[in-house]
């Protein structure tokens, strides 16, 4: 714990104030605080008893470097390196900072000599031995220079870092410095991993070449960290994931945007297709962008056009290397059909476009039904995105609407058509002629079939799938046709080659292919609407249409919009025939069907994407007005709690005529399960959601800096803090992009992370934080970790606790263990649903409960969580005494927990086995409820008891043992409270038991929401 050992030193140094080896411990364990000043002041000391020891002065030059003092930490550094000196001791690193420093003062010169000793290596400029020279004469001699000049424009046309570099060796050896810097400039674009001796030799040439500023800036990028850190990576090493994080949010910080770079990726890097390609030619063969530098993301197994593959203006990256990600914070302009990784935030300064990937047919995002685990990296890049392009408006509408960021992103949208569709609508005779060839169609009297289906199966489902596969295209090869097949490579596999089917190469670009193709056969593929513009006979094939909508989901069948299907085999090949002999019109696909979703494929809408990405052309751009409404963004983890049902009470409460929602949850939270489904959906339906987008991004100091936090829970200082919160500002981001919200929300307060995004948003926002119940106490009993959420509501606006007394608790304990302001300890009610608690009531008793209420004997419900401040044991007891005094009862326990072994073990040892019936959690527990004669809660301390408002919103008899929270609620009704303890429980019960409903509560349930509505909307800074 850096804190106390920095406030023991400080006691020990005053003990010994001459001991420089206590004072430089005293410095390190202030650093490690932030605390500035006061390492200074330890470090001074300890050089004033040790004035050679050169670690000392390194030390106090990065703690004047962190303060912004660099004349003062030039000279620490200076002096420091001359004493290691003297004592052979290794300084490279403190070399590479008195470089910075000097750099960042603008001494250039001074920052060269610096930067040339802090290399752990000198790079060698060429190796006579391995890499001979490519001449040996004279570099006055024309002819020599014509071979180097060769070799020169050869390099930089070569994806080979290596090859490029030799090349460079051969002009620095001839001081041609120029061209060198050209070769070596190159080299550093293609080198997928880091090479600080590229940087270095890059610093060597501008040094030659006179520019010491452009020296410098080199020299600084020979190592990825630039800023002084201090922290050891070694614990890091082995996660890779956190490796990449700090290498991209490093170059993020650091190096500067490059105007004239253009960064595209296609299906994660897979293929160098669709969208993306039909843009990049558009701008390749602009000579107005012929200064562009195209990059180009690619896999190892990815397939490159011939053509592209020596381009001196066309580079390749491998997706997730050290290049890739240099570009991706450095590109000013970024196109992608997908997404980017979760760690991409992108910087002001950047332009993103987004061009998807087809018009759905298939249910996208929250259609698909599966939550919002799958599409929340879709959501995210889409909130990262400047620029969205559509086909049509059936495409804008599910894309911003069905991944829930209609009115939250920032992006421009138009509707342009596709530019891959380019392809199929301006491909000349030549092209065609050329497609032909390579597909082997050598019979030009024979009309082209493509059959190119979805591919639905995975590798344990081939054998159904490959069957009727090769069935199907062995009935198409009867007809009088040329039959091309192209889907999934493992569909292509199972195709035996006698088959006289023509399997499409994967380097055939798939909308090239379409200008060749006479008769389309598809499913549900968004292929159909890119051949629609050709105006050809379509049928889709949808023999399994009933199970794929049941399955994945469809927006709309093929004969809903009047695209012809066959369901069957037989009718596929009758289908295909008629088309053949030009006897089909049913497949020709209709004039309003194409002007629909294909009105604006005509050839130009790479031109109208290109002007509007990169010329702000706003022709086609869709304005929409977004209503004046106030924005919240909320996270709840949506666990099984009263919480959540608190949550969902509270967002059906809100107008979204008035309110704009966002709901933010944790995919550790919502996973597949039917239960995790069923909260989701409980929300209402105008409410948005996202999930959180994946592993925290963040640089290796500031990963250092949470971990030290969520060990210590405390801050070490106000600098400290400072940090912490900007490292979170940066996560907030990264998840909601420029999305502007007037009040954030954390609900569920338990949560670190959360409460630590949501401090961190933007200033102009309102913050507010639930406490739900007695804070103090969850932090001592429950959950250690909550001291550390403690520290940061100060970065609140207001404290919610859930009700007045609960108010008054948390802020007499609070204001004692931390710095936060008493007005913003605010009483916030929890809201009730009275119609949805009225209707799930009325639902039928699951049958296994039926028995529990078919006789006399009265049954008493509780519900809640089976964990140790709920205290159902106490109540086993209390029922347990009540019985073998004579009396007649039974208990229903509904919900789970980490006690439920201990409680049904309980259970046996009272002999109440006929008595008690541990239900579980049920997704509806209020017929339960409903059904029950009595409500009990034995809780030993709570927030503001949910389940208690809502057995008084169904009238229920209630008893409840005596805490602030419960009786808080039953303040009109205090007879429904009894003494917290086993005898008190009794007591209660027998009460219920002799006397003739008169435990059930007045309660004005219409009054209480309004009120509850009225409470949150003041805590949020708004009105009603």
């Not at 052309?617 to 409404?629: A, F, G, R, V």
């Not at 959950?783 to 108010?807: H, I, K, N, T, W």
Request: glycine share 4%; net charge negative; hydrophobic share 40%.
């Amino acid at each position: 714990m850096w804190p106390e050992a920095a406030d023991r030193y400080a006691i020990d140094c005053e003990d010994s104030p001459w001991n420089g080896e206590l004072h430089f411990r005293a410095g390190r364990a202030n650093e490690r605080c932030y605390r500035w000043n006061a390492a200074v002041a330890h470090y001074e000391e300890a050089i004033s008893s040790q004035p050679a020891l050169w670690r000392n002065h390194f030390r106090l030059g990065f703690v004047k470097e962190r303060l912004g003092d660099f004349p003062a930490a030039e000279k620490s550094y200076a002096y420091g390196l001359d004493c290691s000196a003297v004592n052979n001791e290794p300084a490279r690193y403190w070399a590479y900072r008195l470089g910075v420093v000097k750099e960042a003062q603008g001494d250039f010169e001074g920052a060269l000599a610096a930067y040339s000793t802090s290399l752990d290596y000198v790079p060698a400029v060429a190796n006579a031995e391995n890499e001979p020279a490519l001449t040996t004469f004279s570099q006055d001699t024309a002819y020599e220079m014509q071979i180097l000049q060769r070799a020169r424009s050869a390099a930089l046309r070569s994806r080979d870092a290596d090859q490029i570099q030799k090349i460079a060796a051969e002009f620095e050896n001839r001081e041609l410095w120029a061209d060198a810097l050209a070769c070596l400039n190159a080299a550093a674009d293609r080198k997928q991993s880091f090479d600080a001796s590229i940087y270095f030799r890059i610093a060597k040439a501008y040094q030659a070449l006179n520019q010491p500023e452009a020296a410098a800036k080199a020299y600084r990028m020979t190592r990825i960290s630039v800023s002084p850190r201090g922290i050891d990576n070694e614990k890091y090493k082995k996660d890779a994931g956190l490796q990449r994080n700090f290498q991209y949010s490093e170059m993020s910080q650091h190096l500067p945007i490059r105007k004239n770079v253009i960064l595209y990726e296609s299906f994660f890097g897979k293929q160098i297709t669709c969208n993306p390609y039909a843009l990049f030619r558009e701008i390749y063969n602009d000579q107005d962008y012929a200064h562009f530098l195209h990059v180009w993301v690619t896999t190892p197994d990815t397939a490159i056009p011939k053509w592209m593959r020596h381009r001196e203006n066309i580079l390749f990256v491998q997706r997730g290397s050290h290049l890739y990600l240099r570009f991706l914070a450095t590109a000013k302009y970024l196109v992608n059909n997908v997404t980017f990784q979760a760690m991409f935030s992108r910087r002001q300064g950047q332009r993103y476009l987004n061009t998807w990937h087809g018009t759905p047919m298939k249910t996208l995002g929250k259609d698909i039904q599966t939550g919002v685990v799958e599409h929340r990296n879709v959501t995210r890049n889409f909130l990262h995105a400047t620029h969205i392009i559509t086909p049509n408006e059936h495409t804008r509408r599910v894309l911003l609407e069905r991944y829930d960021v209609e009115g939250l992103g920032t992006a421009k949208v138009a509707i342009t058509g596709y530019p891959r569709i380019d392809f199929t609508l301006n491909a000349s005779p030549n092209r065609v002629e050329d497609l032909r060839e390579a597909l082997g169609l050598v019979d030009r009297s024979k009309k082209v079939v493509l059959y190119a289906p979805t591919w639905r199966g995975s590798s344990s489902e081939q054998h159904f799938d490959s069957e009727r596969l090769v069935s199907d295209l062995q009935a198409l090869a009867g007809l009088d046709c040329a039959v091309l097949f192209q889907g999934h490579h493992l569909s292509a596999s199972f195709i035996p080659d006698s088959l006289p089917v023509h399997v499409v190469n994967e380097e055939i670009n798939t909308n090239e292919l379409l200008s060749v193709v006479d008769i389309l056969i598809t499913d549900y593929s968004s292929i159909v609407f890119d051949f629609l513009p050709t105006q050809k006979p379509v049928i889709c094939y949808t023999y399994d249409l009933d199970a794929y909508k049941a399955e994945r989901g469809l927006y709309f069948s093929p004969s809903d919009i009047g695209i012809y299907e066959a369901r069957s085999q037989t009718a596929l090949v009758e289908a295909v025939r008629r088309s053949l002999a030009g006897d089909g019109p049913e497949t020709v696909p209709s004039n309003s069907l194409i002007e629909e979703y294909c009105g604006h494929e005509d050839g130009r809408a790479s031109a109208r994407t290109k002007k509007f990405f990169l010329e702000d052309e706003t022709e086609c751009l869709i304005t929409s007005k977004i209503p004046n409404k106030r924005r919240f963004l909320f996270h709840h983890s949506m666990l099984p709690n009263g919480i959540t049902s608190s949550l969902i009470n509270l967002l059906n409460s809100l107008d979204p005529a008035e309110n704009d929602v966002t709901v933010v949850v944790p995919v550790e939270g919502v996973d597949h399960t039917k239960a995790g489904l069923s909260r989701i959906a409980a929300l209402p339906n105008y409410v948005r959601l996202v999930a959180d987008g994946g592993r925290q991004v963040a640089n290796i100091e500031e990963k250092w800096l949470i971990d030290c936090f969520n060990r210590w829970n405390v801050f070490a200082s106000e600098e400290h803090r400072r940090h912490y919160v900007e490292s979170f500002a940066k996560e907030y981001k990264r998840l909601f992009g420029d999305s502007h919200f007037d009040v954030v929300v954390e609900f569920e307060g338990y949560s670190r992370y959360w409460t630590s995004v949501l401090a961190a948003a933007p200033a102009a926002t309102k913050k507010v934080i639930y406490l739900h119940n007695e804070m103090e106490a969850e932090w001592q009993i429950r959950f250690p970790y909550l001291r550390g959420v403690f520290e940061l509501y100060d970065e609140f606006d207001a404290l919610a606790s859930v009700s007045p007394a609960l108010s008054e608790l948390n802020q007499a304990a609070l204001t004692r263990i931390v710095n936060v302001e008493v007005d913003k300890f605010l009483p916030v009610i929890n809201q009730i649903d009275i119609q949805g608690t009225l209707a799930r009531a009325a639902e039928p008793l699951d049958e296994d409960l039926v028995e529990w209420f078919e006789y006399d004997t009265p049954t008493f419900v509780t519900m809640g969580r089976l964990s140790k401040e709920k205290d159902q044991a106490k109540l086993l007891h209390a029922l347990a005494r009540v019985i073998k005094e004579g009396h007649q009862a039974r208990l229903l326990v509904l919900g789970e927990g980490p006690l439920r072994a201990d409680l049904e073990e309980l259970r046996a040892e009272l002999n109440l086995d006929r008595a008690v019936y541990f239900a579980g959690l049920r997704e509806n527990p209020f017929p339960a409820l409903s059904a029950s004669d009595c409500f009990v809660l034995p809780s030993n301390h709570e927030g503001q008891p949910m389940v208690l408002l809502e057995a008084m919103i169904l009238g229920k008899e209630i008893l409840a043992t005596d805490i602030p929270g419960s009786r808080q609620v039953l303040s009109d009704n205090l007879e429904c409270l009894c003494q917290n303890s086993v005898d008190g429980l009794a007591d209660g019960i027998k009460k219920v038991l002799q006397s003739d409903r008169q435990h059930v509560p007045d309660f004005d349930v219409e009054r209480y929401a309004k009120e509850a509505l009225e409470a949150f909307l003041g805590a949020a800074g708004t009105t009603p």
